[in-house]
Structures are given as structure tokens and as C-alpha cells.
């Protein structure tokens, strides 16, 4: 697929943020600073996720909205600027404990409304979650364009309990400054620790952190090395601070005294900027983080102390065992102050070991930088919104035809794909194979050409034909005149106005006079209006039929009749449509009688198609999400009842660009040119869960939209359906000028 050369890209962030005093807080303000500096044209905008705690502080001026966790009006007006904006991508922060709602639930509420692409960055995620958690996290990444963590294990964590497609995950690293490699002797004046062996854990203080065991761990080691100080640094986590106070500070006080360690322990309650950060973190011989959630995949801290180089003693959680394998780091096990103990004696009293720790951690941490982490990003916004951007004008060559060659085998093209592994054992159809005869014809593809002809002729019996064939070559049923016949009616009178060979123009030619007698026995008014498709093809290209060319604008006009007679027995002033229902291939209706109006300069006709056009693209265009949003085929839209939101049909995107194509064509109007726009970009995610269907990989495309997504099969009709989209924009020019597309649909 082409992609759209795009600008640096206008980024939004929501997010918790500094001075609020949160981890998400400081990250988001960390990156956002990185990336500025390799986006200085368009800096990062921050809207505030905002804590009861927080409404009262008083953001930088970056902070361009705030929304209050629990106030879903707050997240409306935010929706109501962001979907009016001029932005390009949001980057949303995602912790369960920070949005709105029970577990957080509001950011599903508010991703479903949001009209714009998005990534989320997990900070969190779950092993075991309950079934809401699961159903958060699962619709958060079927919405995003791409999702982030920081660790190869989480990223086989989602894969393997939550189905996420391993392409739309990143694994970035938690970013770290860009620290000088020093020893700790340099920066322990500053602190007045000199001649002291100093350990250290900065956090916002919490259960969670395991600084007990820590604690309890100490005795063995102060009685060898009286000089070791272990600085416990943070003040009190807000959301601890709110619900228990200070109760756990005063524990672990109390466990300090219990142990007769007050002077080996010392607790600094305040938070600290970075360049305090940075300096607590250098005057440290060692790193301990010994906390208790085996499943947190981040930590800051972590992090911060690898980019310094520092000897890191953790206990066994996700983010610990990933970062310090290889050697660069010590692992031990949760709650087990004994290990702790061991671990620590064995870094000070074997300093080659401390050392080669240090130099690997540091070599790490040079992969961790801002720098590095914010190139990552950008890199990873262009490449999403190239992926989500609307195939538009400036696309210059048609799609692939890779996985048509795919699906077609020596009989003809196949129905069925398992995924996107043909299932020949499924079958093959007339109605595929004559929509393929278009779409080689457009792609002048002569071998395809004669493989899908040939595949109708064998399916004629006295001018009827047969639908569906086995995969042993047997045609199952009986010859008839459905729609089938009207779409290889549709085809065989496209392939006898392109000439692609004489010998294949002889076999149309005969096979088109075998089924024209059938003509006026048709009745769907979905095989009336494929026939009628056919018949303004010829008419508008002067093609002369031995014998038939005089009936030919009769037939039209019957035709045409039938569809008009039924329209004028089901339309009402609210709805105006030719039956009490809405199933599929709608707009082909509105669109054999555009293309009739357009060979035949019949305004009463041309009115009908006109009118009924409108009243679809009304029913079908979601004013909120601003896309069509198609009828779903599981229920149809029955005039009085609701209408079925799911499964969206690829099918009826290429019938509303091609219908839209023939309106702009009979009015010269150029909101129905946008429209067939809008109707093509649908596939390549303008649709209502912001999803593209297009497979880049393969040339398929997805057989559609369901409640949990993408169908993730990518079948014959889907495919062919967004070739013939193409081709009928490209006869517009809307692409490059084709005469054969042109040829094919400038009569409709």
C-alpha cells in the first residue's frame, strides 16, 4: 500500500502530569521533553487526568485542559476539542487507577467517541485480571493504532492471554536521563555522606514497595560494615496519604527501632525534583527495589538507577527480571529479607563482581534515554499515522493484486479464506468469479482475464447460469437467474467493451448473446440493477451486438421500470426505498438507475436515484463518528425496527463509492465525489472503531467489522470489493486517469 509522506506529527497526551506527584506524572513530562526537542515546531499539548487531590494545583503551560477522574462531562468537553481539532494523534497514558469509573471504564467510553487515532502506553498490565478489566483491556487494544510497554515479557503477556496481534505492540524502554558515568564518591559530599557505604530506594512511599524487608534485612550487613546508611527517599505516596495517612512510614519507624538501626537508616519525606533525583541516585553505591506485585511491568526507579550504572538488587517482578538478566542486576525473591541480606553482603564483599554489574547496567541504560526512547516514539506515531491515514488522492497506482493471484487457482478464484489461507475445499461462486473478470480487465491482467471468463462459460446451461462449483469442478443446484447472473451480465458486457484479445471478445461476445434473451425474466432487484450495470456499459460505449444492438435501450427502460415501479410501491416521505428493508449491495440500486439516467437523460429516473442515494447516505453516515457506519448484516436494517450495527460488510463501502461515483458523474455535484471518498476511506480505518482493513502484508482485506474488531478473515468478495472501489474513483481521476476504468464507469 502507498503511504502518505506526513509532517511531524500535532500530538495530544492525556495523562496524569507534574506537579501532580505520580509516576505517570513524571514519565509523561520526561518523554513529552524529549520529544519536544525532536519536534520543536509542534510541542507537545497535555490534557490533565486530575485526582480529587490534584483539582487544586496549578498546571505548566502545556496543560491545556484537565479532565476530572470521576466528572464525565469534563471528558465530553474534551471530546467535543479534540475531535474539532487540528490534532493528529493521542497518546493516551493508561494505568487502571487513574481514569474514571470502575476500573477505570470511562477510557473506553471516551476512546469509543473520540474520532482520532490514538496509542496507548500500558503502565500496567494484569496476568490475571477479572472479566471487566479483560474487557477494558482488550477494547483498549483493538482501538489503538499500536500499544506500548516497556518489556518484551509483557508484550508475550498480552499475546498470550490476551490476543493482541504481536504487530500492534511496541516494546520501549522507560526512559532514563542521560547520566555521566561517575563514581559515587563524586556526589556524596554534596550530600554530606562521605565515608559512608549508602544504599538506596526512591519512591513514593506505599505497601507495595517492600521496604520492611528491606529494612529487616539489614542487621547482618550493618554488623560487618557500621558505615552502611540505606536512604529511604520520597514522601508518602497522595492516594496512601488520603485513605491510611502515614501509618505505614510509622511502621516501618518502628521496625527501624525495633531492629536498634537509627542510624543506619534514614528517611527522607519530601519529594525531590530531578535534580535531586539525579543526585540521590549517583551518591548511591547501591539500588534496591524490593517490591511485592510480581506483575509490575514498570518502574521508574529501576530504571533511573540502571541509567546511572548503579549495583540493582530487586526482587522478582516483571520489569526487575527482564532489565537485570544478562548479568546486570540481581534478582532474589519477594519477601525474603534473608536473600536480601546475602545479595548485599555479596556486592560489597566482591567488588569485581559490583563492578561488572555496574558496567552492564550502564551499557543498558545508554539504550534508555530520553533521546533514544523519544526517537522510538516518533518513529512509532509516523508509522501509526501512516497506517490510519485515509487513502486519498494522492494514492497514484492501484492495489496489489498479490492476494487475488492468491486466492485464484487453475478452475477460477476461490470464496473462502481461513484467515488468509485459501479454503479450497469451500469452493468457488459465479458471483466472485465475474466481479474478479472486472478487476482483471482493469488491471489488463490478460491470463486472469481468460481464467475468470472461462469459469463463467462452463457455468452456462441455455443462456442461465449456475452458481456455486465444488472444489472438484462439479456445479452444485441448478441454472438460474440471480444475482449471480446479473453481476456476470455486469462483467462479460465489460470484457466485450474492453476487447482485451479477439479470441476472449469471440467468447464474451458469445456468452453475452446466450444470456441476453433471460434479461427481462429478471426480478431481484439487486440482479435488475447488476444487469442494468451491463446494459449502460454497452449503451454509453456505442458497443455493437450482432442483432440485439436495437433492443438495447428498450431493455434498459424496462429494466429501469421494475426498479422504479418497486420503489414507488415501498417509498414514504421517511423512507424512501424500494423495499421494507435494508440488507446488502444497497447502493447498487441508486446506482443502476444514476447510470440509466446518465445513458438516457431521463430526469424522472435520474430523480429517483438521486433521492434515493440521499436517503441512504443519510441512514448510513454516522454524524457523530463522522463516517459511514454500514448496515450490519446480523439482523439488516427492517423499515420500524432498529438497525444492525454489526458485522460491516467491505461489500457495501465499494457499492456507496461506486454509487456516489455515479451521482457525481449525473450531477457534476462534488459533495458526491467526498462522499465516494469517504465511502473508500472506510476501509482504511474511517470507520467507527477506527480500524483499517486493509492487510498490507498480504493485499487482503478483512471481511469486515464485529463487535470485537476486525473479522480476521480476508475472503474473496472483500478483497474484490475494495479493487473495484478503486478503480471506479480512479475512473474520475480522483487517481491517475485510467481510459479503462473510465470506459467501465463513466456511463454510471
Known amino acids: 500500500m502507498i503511504r502518505v509522506q506526513l509532517k511531524k506529527p500535532r500530538v495530544v497526551y492525556i495523562s496524569t502530569y507534574i506537579p501532580r506527584k505520580c ?178 530506594s526512591i519512591n513514593l512511599l506505599s505497601e507495595s514497595k517492600g521496604i520492611e524487608y528491606a529494612i529487616s534485612a539489614l542487621p547482618p550487613v550493618v554488623e560487618k560494615y557500621p558505615n552502611f546508611l540505606y536512604l529511604v527517599v520520597g514522601e508518602t505516596h497522595p492516594n496512601v496519604l488520603r485513605q491510611e495517612g502515614e501509618q505505614y512510614r510509622a511502621k516501618l519507624k518502628k521496625l527501624v527501632q525495633e531492629k536498634g538501626l537509627q542510624s543506619s537508616v534514614q528517611f527522607i519525606d519530601r519529594y525531590l525534583s530531578l535534580d535531586e533525583l539525579i543526585l540521590y541516585i549517583q551518591a548511591s553505591d547501591y539500588y534496591i527495589t524490593p517490591y511485592l506485585n510480581p506483575e509490575q511491568a514498570a ?44 545479595a548485599l553482603l555479596e556486592l560489597i564483599e566482591k567488588p569485581n563482581k559490583r563492578h561488572l554489574i555496574e558496567r552492564r547496567a550502564y551499557s543498558q541504560g545508554r539504550l534508555m534515554t530520553w533521546h533514544r526512547v523519544a526517537l522510538n516514539y516518533l518513529e512509532l506515531f509516523t508509522n501509526v499515522l501512516a ?52 478487476v ?75 444470456m441476453y434473451p433471460h434479461l427481462l ?25 450482432p442483432g440485439i444492438e436495437n433492443t438495447l435501450r428498450e431493455n434498459i427502460n424496462e429494466l429501469a421500470k421494475k426498479l422504479t415501479i418497486l420503489f414507488s410501491s415501498s417509498a414514504s416521505n421517511n423512507w424512501q426505498w424500494f423495499e421494507n428493508y435494508l440488507t446488502y449491495d444497497n447502493a447498487r440500486l441508486p446506482q443502476a438507475l444514476l447510470a440509466v439516467a446518465r445513458v438516457s437523460k431521463n430526469s424522472d429516473i435520474q430523480k429517483i436515484g438521486i433521492g434515493s442515494l440521499d436517503w441512504l447516505i443519510h441512514e448510513l453516515f454516522d454524524q457523530e463518528y463522522g463516517c459511514f457506519s454500514f448496515i450490519g448484516c446480523n439482523g439488516w436494517y427492517f423499515r420500524g425496527k432498529p438497525k444492525a450495527i454489526f458485522d460491516q460488510q467491505p461489500v457495501e463501502a465499494d457499492a456507496m463509492a461506486e454509487a456516489c461515483v455515479a451521482a457525481f458523474l449525473v450531477t457534476k455535484d462534488e459533495k458526491y465525489l467526498n462522499l465516494a471518498k469517504k465511502a473508500f476511506t472506510w476501509y482504511d480505518g474511517d470507520n467507527i472503531l477506527h480500524q483499517s482493513l486493509i492487510d498490507s502484508r498480504s493485499g487482503g482485506i478483512f471481511d469486515g467489522l464485529t463487535p470485537s474488531g476486525r473479522n480476521r478473515n480476508e475472503g474473496t468478495e472483500s478483497v474484490l470489493s475494495y479493487h473495484l472501489a478503486f478503480f471506479s474513483l480512479q475512473s474520475v481521476n480522483i487517481f491517475n486517469p485510467n481510459s479503462i476504468s473510465s470506459k467501465l464507469w463513466q456511463c454510471n
Open 440 to 514: 482483471a480487465l482493469c488491471r489488463e491482467n490478460r491470463f486472469l482475464v481468460r481464467c475468470y471468463l472461462m469459469f463463467i462459460i462452463q457455468a452456462e446451461q441455455n443462456g442461465l447460469l449456475y452458481n456455486d462449483r465444488s472444489a472438484n469442478g462439479e456445479w452444485q443446484g441448478k441454472p438460474d437467474v440471480g444475482d449471480w447472473w446479473g453481476k456476470a451480465f455486469w462483467a462479460i458486457s465489460c470484457l466485450v467493451t474492453i476487447r482485451p484479445s479477439p479470441l476472449l471478445y469471440k467468447k464474451g461476445i458469445q456468452l453475452l448473446l446466450k
Open 299 to 342: 518502574s521508574g526507579s529501576l530504571a533511573y538507577a540502571m541509567g546511572a550504572g548503579k549495583s540493582c538488587i530487586s526482587t522478582s517482578y516483571f520489569y526487575a527480571r527482564e532489565m537485570l538478566r544478562g548479568g546486570r542486576g540481581i534478582i532474589v525473591p519477594l519477601r525474603n529479607s534473608s536473600a536480601l541480606s546475602h
Open 521 to 545: 425474466n429478471l426480478s431481484s432487484p439487486r440482479s435488475v440493477s447488476y444487469a442494468l450495470l451491463g446494459l449502460c456499459v454497452l449503451d454509453s460505449n456505442q458497443v455493437m451486438l
Open 23 to 200: 509516576g505517570i506524572a513524571t514519565f509523561t513530562k520526561d518523554l513529552t521533553n524529549a520529544l519536544n526537542l525532536l519536534n520543536p515546531e509542534r510541542q507537545a499539548e497535555i490534557i490533565a487526568l486530575d485526582s480529587p487531590e490534584s483539582e487544586s494545583l496549578v498546571y505548566p503551560w502545556e496543560v491545556s485542559h484537565r479532565i476530572r477522574q470521576q466528572d464525565w462531562s469534563d471528558y465530553e468537553r474534551v471530546l467535543h476539542y479534540l475531535n474539532r481539532s487540528n490534532v493528529d494523534l493521542i497518546v493516551v497514558q493508561h494505568e487502571f487507577g487513574i481514569w474514571g469509573g470502575t476500573d477505570g471504564e470511562f477510557v473506553v467510553k471516551f476512546l469509543e467517541k473520540l474520532k482520532k487515532p490514538c496509542v496507548v502506553v500500558f503502565h500496567t498490565v494484569l496476568s490475571t485480571p477479572t472479566t471487566h478489566q479483560r474487557e477494558i483491556m482488550n477494547y483498549l487494544c483493538r482501538r489503538a493504532g499500536a500499544v506500548v510497554v516497556m518489556l518484551q515479557a509483557v508484550a508475550d503477556l498480552l499475546r498470550r492471554e490476551y490476543g493482541v496481534d504481536p504487530s500492534k505492540v511496541a516494546v520501549i524502554h522507560h526512559g532514563v536521563p542521560d547520566f555521566p558515568r561517575q563514581s559515587p564518591e563524586e556526589a556524596k559530599p554534596r550530600l554530606k555522606l562521605e565515608g559512608r557505604i549508602i544504599m538506596s
Open 387 to 438: 497506517q490510519s491515514a485515509p487513502t486519498h488522492d494522492s494514492f497514484d497506482v492501484p492495489p496489489t493484486l498479490d492476494y487475488v493471484r492468491t486466492l485464484t487457482t487453475r478452475l477460477g478464484i476461490l470464496e473462502h479464506s481461513s484467515l488468509k489461507i485459501p479454503q479450497e475445499s469451500q469452493g468457488y461462486t459465479v458471483d466472485d468469479n465475474a466481479k474478479a473478470l472486472i
